[in-house]
């Protein structure tokens, strides 16, 4: 996960100032990567369990 978070780091950033929009460019260079982690989790379990809610509706399946 860190290394993802590394190589994803401007796109991370772009989506966590919309959550944190007093952070500044110089602000997310001094945050540690690891220090994001958490935050990272809870974005991915908050997506997934959103994900989950979208009805599955029969006429939108591909057939087999």
Not at 31 to 50: C, W
Request: hydrophobic share 50%; aromatic share 6%; net charge negative.
């Amino acid at each position: 996960l860190l290394k993802v978070i590394s190589v994803a780091w401007d796109k991370l950033t772009a989506i966590l100032d919309k959550c944190f929009p007093d952070m500044t460019d110089e602000d997310w260079d001094n945050v540690k990567v690891n220090e994001l982690i958490p935050m990272v989790m809870l974005i991915v379990k908050f997506s997934a369990v959103n994900m989950m809610q979208i009805p599955k509706d029969s006429k939108n399946l591909i057939a087999e």
